[in-house]
């Protein structure tokens, strides 16, 4: 069974604070994804990575970044978290050309 | 970019009766379409996908078909059951690596 695990189910946060969520899969993918989940909004792509160190800007990257310095392991930054990245953010891995397989979810509360 | 627009938001159906989502994409270059399926409080799980090559696919009560003449391509879910009640995603794959999620579909299937 691929394993996707995400470091923190709940964490909450203060405004200007530096935010790190981390992402672990087990299945030697190449693909790697975060994702914010919103009421009515769907699911979207914040970055991906297809390689190690390797990364691309997806639909809303604005105010966060990422690493990749090991195959297994994806890590979503928010360098000074604002109230409007509250949001449950979903990581995801992939094989290439393939289904993805989705961490459990992080719900960050900025406050 | 692409953009994967979902119909309808919500669909309450009796328990027994069939489930219709139908969701429209924007680039003609799309040619991997999944849909997910995420129960309250779980991850997103594929649950049927369908590539361009093929206008149908079906997996026991859950069948999708696809039209690329039109761009659009739908989930049906026959003999619905309780727990068919969840929020479904459509995604269309304009890449190797990327897919653009539909905003979701909560289905409730009432007994």
């Known amino acids: 069974d691929v394993k996707v695990t995400q470091s923190s189910r709940y964490l909450v946060k203060r405004t200007g604070e530096k935010v790190f969520l981390e992402c672990v899969q087990d299945m030697d993918h190449e693909n790697m994804f975060w994702y914010r989940q919103d009421p009515g909004l769907g699911l979207r792509l914040i970055y991906f990575?297809?390689?190690?160190?390797?990364?691309e800007k997806g639909d809303i990257p604005e105010g966060y970044s990422v690493s990749r310095e090991k195959k297994e392991r994806f890590s979503l930054i928010l360098e000074s978290a604002s109230t409007n990245q509250t949001s449950m953010y979903l990581c995801?891995?992939?094989?290439?050309?393939?289904?993805?397989?989705f961490g459990p979810g992080t719900r960050l509360t900025v406050l | 970019g692409e953009n994967v627009e979902q119909h309808p938001s919500t669909l309450s159906v009796q328990e027994g009766d069939s489930a219709v989502i139908k969701c429209t994409y924007s680039d003609s270059a799309s040619n991997y379409f999944p849909w997910y399926k995420q129960e309250l409080g779980k991850r997103p799980q594929l649950i049927i996908d369908?590539?361009?090559?093929?206008g149908e696919k079906k997996d026991q009560r859950i069948a999708v078909t696809l039209n690329k003449t039109a761009k659009h391509f739908s989930l049906h879910i026959t003999e619905t059951q309780p727990e068919d009640s969840a929020v479904y995603f459509c995604?269309?794959?304009?890449?190797?690596?990327?897919?653009?999620f539909g905003a979701g579909t909560t289905v409730t299937v009432r007994a």
């Open positions: 990575s297809y390689d190690v160190k390797m990364k």
């Open positions: 995801a891995s992939s094989p290439r050309w393939a289904e993805q397989f």
């Open positions: 369908i590539r361009s090559n093929v």
């Open positions: 995604a269309a794959s304009p890449s190797d690596y990327k897919l653009s």
